[in-house]
């Protein structure tokens, strides 16, 4: 096991990029021993038919940089070319009650998994099995199941073409219960878009960041999750672009960015400054402050129209494209500047500032990310974002637009080909007719139900493509005993994770190759393609050898699963998929023709093909066909618990990311930009709330959920940070603070879990002096 670095806090002076994200990949290329393995795959990374970058989903650009990858995607490459191996021999050494003990990173950290194993109950060991074993028990296990009672999980990051075969393996078998990733991350983006404006997903393209004049962020960590982001917002900043940031954090990547890739802005002390203005806003005060924009709008409206000057709001454009406005200003006006300022945390003046840069910008892009969806209220979020787009037609013209910033790779795409817990999110018509599977008509199971079906009893089954389920999803205390409850458990992965060592019944631990590696079947190397977050399709190759002779792709993973559980069917080759992936390629351009004709051929085209998205052509594919003003009923009903409000003792938690992970791979433990050093047992506090609550700097608190008090949800110890977060706010790690999100505490309608406004109260407890706190704290819960 690694020995972790003492505990350190010290602020963070630098830009983020520079020479501390240089040091960060080489660190981690040396620790993986991945050097020689990943240098050929860098330079391909996220180029013309190079190579898919398995960590964010944000846009490949046409004319990349030489090096067009940043800090995080060279992390994500080393950690899965990593030449560290997890083989039988581990899983010989150690019990899975053992390594249950294990901190996330430490399991990851021990390498790539290399062989199939079966979880054995007498010895509590995985062992070796064989493919067609495994195939044969695991099909005999399904086809003794009733369908409903078997989840098919995906995480974003399969290739479009594996992600085609696994929701037709399900629906084959019989099922829609298809949840993703997307389920905890943008759903509330796919459900909120869908209502406003008639599609899931955003309506930018990279062009678009070449024609903006004014960009506007909500809630998403650029300079850690989406950091080749940096390079089209430097480029804009260079052209005098405002770019205005809500956080709660003054998140460094949002202030200034150095290019690491730019020799003369590594050896100058020059940083490009990000935002030109930052608004602190209350965790969950963001549809307050969208909403106080409007009002300082309407208020610039009036003095611009009693002066004689055109109205600042496009009125040409609400008229023929939109519906709803009266009603929703009629909402604005009725909320007073003092509620407006008490529930967004933020002056009527900072508001004010936002609302004139907004009124003389001609060409306004929102991004937005987790800090608006992963809210009670995270749809409405979503849909006053849109309203405030509206409002000066900023949808479907050049330079302008919606820009959700999507997290897992191909998790964007994985929905378009039809992982979807909903039957008529696919082409249940052409299913039949091409391939003979009848799409069942009962609607499946997302995310949350899921997990509640397995609290019930009613999910017997688990099959799952990569990610980590249990430790991705809500209420950790209370999921991971239902988890051992599963009849059958099979995880398809690269690497060892917490979601394997709570075995069911029948549980298996198949390894996969990585898109990074070489698909080769029949000796002939397979392509793959992604969907990033901007709606385009690229195809890629795999670069590195695979890291052992037993993994098997995805894709042959499924196909291996699907003929040994389903009847043949003459009308779908599942042999022939496997062996040749422009044959999936082809189904999948015959059912979603509008989006994929022509793939094979198109996916190669430089800088990737778009997809048709109607917004963009201001085409609405609403029940009105307009684009739809949204009202909120009120804005205090987003909180259980509201914020400053009537129990002084509660603060709102946000769970958040570090610099040094992707979700729950840990790379290490430091985050660099908030100047967290050899821990993630903290918790990000307000200096006048710690004093307020009788506490100081470095105790070691105890955090519990102040929702539902029969049932204490509750983790610690971790100590307190004094830190520049609004008062009532406070922040911590996911997915270490995952077992204080109850599971019905999400977002109404698209219920993704509100893992960003969990209210906590906190106590002090004791812990001995100068003990290194690195590892998972301890989750516990009563009933
Ligand atoms: N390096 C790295 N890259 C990643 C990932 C990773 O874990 N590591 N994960 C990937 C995935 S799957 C996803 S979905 C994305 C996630 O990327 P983001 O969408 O950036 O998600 P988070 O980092 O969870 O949170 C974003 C920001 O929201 C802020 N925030 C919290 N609450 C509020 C609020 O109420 N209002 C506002 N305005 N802001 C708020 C937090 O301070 C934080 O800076 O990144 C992807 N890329
Ligand atoms: N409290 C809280 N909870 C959250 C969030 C939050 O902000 N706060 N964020 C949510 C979000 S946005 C998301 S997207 C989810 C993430 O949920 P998931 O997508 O389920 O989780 P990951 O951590 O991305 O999955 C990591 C695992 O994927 C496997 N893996 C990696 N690469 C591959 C591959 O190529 N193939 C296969 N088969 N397996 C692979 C490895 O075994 C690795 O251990 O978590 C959600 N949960
Ligand atoms: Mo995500």
Redesign the pocket.
């Known amino acids: 096991m690694l020995i972790h670095p003492k505990a350190r806090f010290r602020p963070y002076k630098n830009a983020s990029g520079g020479w501390g994200s240089a040091f960060s990949v080489m660190t981690i290329l040396g620790r993986e021993r991945a050097i020689a393995r990943s240098t050929g795959a860098l330079l391909k990374l996220n180029k013309h038919a190079g190579v898919g970058c398995v960590?964010?989903?944000w846009a490949k650009p046409g004319n990349p940089h030489a090096m067009e990858f940043c800090?995080?995607g060279a992390?994500?490459t080393a950690w899965e070319l990593t030449t560290l191996q997890a083989g039988p021999e581990f899983f010989a050494a150690h019990t899975v009650s053992e390594l249950r003990n294990w901190p996330d990173f430490d399991l990851e950290q021990k390498g790539r998994l290399t062989e199939p194993l079966r979880y054995d109950a007498v010895t509590d060991k995985y062992l070796p099995t064989t493919w067609p074993t495994a195939y044969e028990q695991i099909g005999g296990q399904l086809r003794g199941m009733d369908p409903d009672s078997v989840v098919f999980y995906a995480s974003?990051r399969a290739s479009l073409e594996t992600s085609f075969t696994w929701q037709m393996l399900a629906r084959a078998y019989g099922t829609n219960n298809l949840p993703d990733?997307?389920n905890?991350?943008?759903e509330s983006t796919s459900v909120g878009l869908q209502a406003s404006i008639g599609v899931p997903v955003g309506t930018v393209t990279l062009d678009d960041f070449e024609q903006t004049d004014c960009l506007i962020?909500?809630?998403?960590?650029?300079g850690?999750?989406?950091?080749r982001m940096l390079h089209p917002l430097q480029e804009a900043r260079k052209r005098g672009v405002p770019i205005i940031?809500?956080?709660?954090?003054r998140?460094r990547g949002?202030e200034r960015f150095v290019n690491p890739q730019s020799p003369v802005e590594m050896i100058t002390p020059k940083a490009t400054a990000i935002s030109t203005q930052y608004?602190q806003?209350?965790?969950?005060?963001?549809s307050a402050?969208l909403l106080g924009i409007t009002k300082a709008l309407l208020e610039l409206d009036d003095t611009e129209l009693a002066e004689g000057r055109p109205s600042v709001l496009d009125h040409d454009f609400i008229a023929q494209h939109t519906e709803g406005l009266d009603d929703y200003l009629a909402c604005v006006r009725r909320h007073q500047w003092p509620t407006l300022e008490q529930r967004s945390g933020l002056s009527r003046g900072a508001l004010e500032a936002v609302a004139k840069v907004y009124a003389r910008s001609e060409r306004v892009i929102l991004v937005?990310?987790?800090?608006?969806?992963?809210?009670r209220h995270g749809v409405q979020?979503v849909q006053m974002v849109v309203n405030l787009a509206l409002l000066r037609g900023n949808i479907g013209k050049p330079g302008a637009g919606l820009c959700p910033?999507?997290?897992?790779s191909n998790?964007q795409g994985q929905r378009t080909v039809g992982i979807s817990e909903d039957p008529s999110k696919v082409p249940a018509g052409r299913f039949a007719e091409l391939f003979g599977v009848k799409v069942p008509e009962k609607k499946g199971l997302a995310t949350v139900d899921a997990c509640k079906g397995m609290l019930d009893g009613s999910v017997r089954g688990f099959i799952s493509l990569g990610g980590n389920f249990i430790r991705a999803v809500p209420d950790t205390s209370r999921m991971e005993p239902a988890w051992q409850n599963l009849h059958l458990n099979v995880q398809i992965a690269t690497k060892l994770n917490r979601s394997h060592l709570l075995p069911g019944a029948h549980s298996w631990l198949l390894p996969c190759l990585g898109r990074i590696e070489i698909d080769r079947q029949n000796g002939v190397a397979q392509a793959h393609s992604t969907e990033d977050s901007t709606g385009c399709i690229h195809g890629w190759w795999g670069h590195a050898e695979p890291a052992g002779e037993h993994l098997r792709s995805e894709t042959a993973i499924i196909t291996g699963i699907a003929q040994a559980t389903l009847a043949p069917n003459p009308q779908l080759d599942w042999q022939a998929w496997s062996q040749d992936y422009s044959l999936i390629r082809s189904a999948i351009a015959a059912s979603l023709p509008d989006a994929f004709h022509d793939m094979n051929r198109r996916m190669w085209d430089k800088g990737g093909f778009h997809r048709p998205i109607a917004a963009c052509q201001r085409q609405w594919n609403t029940p009105s066909k307009k684009a739809q003003f949204f009202t909120p009923l009120t804005l205090a009903e987003d909180d259980d618990v509201l914020v400053g409000g009537l129990r002084r003792d509660v603060l709102q938690l946000?769970?958040?990311?570090?610099?040094?992970?992707?979700?729950t791979?840990i790379?290490g433990y430091e985050d660099r930009f908030r100047g967290v050093s050899g821990t993630r047992s903290v918790v990000f506090m307000n200096r006048s709330d710690i004093f307020r609550l009788g506490f100081e700097p470095g105790q070691w608190l105890q955090l519990t959920t102040a929702i539902e008090p029969e049932v204490v949800r509750s983790v610690g110890p971790l100590q307190i940070l004094a830190y520049d977060i609004p008062q009532g706010?406070c922040?911590a790690y996911?997915p270490e603070c995952n077992a204080l999100v109850p599971l019905w505490h999400h977002a109404e309608k698209s219920k993704v879990p509100a893992?960003?406004?969990v209210p906590v109260t906190l106590k002090r407890v004791e812990r001995g002096e100068g003990q290194v706190a690195c590892e998972m704290p301890s989750a516990g819960l009563v009933a």
């Open positions: 960590s964010c989903a800090e995080n992390k994500a974003g990733s997307s905890m991350c943008h962020f909500f809630g998403q960590n650029v850690s999750n989406s950091p940031t809500f956080n709660p954090l998140e949002s608004h806003v209350a965790i969950g005060g963001d402050a937005y990310g987790m800090g608006l969806t992963q809210h979020n910033v999507r997290g897992h998790v946000m769970t958040i990311r570090s610099n040094d992970q992707f979700n791979t790379y706010c922040a996911y893992s960003k406004s």
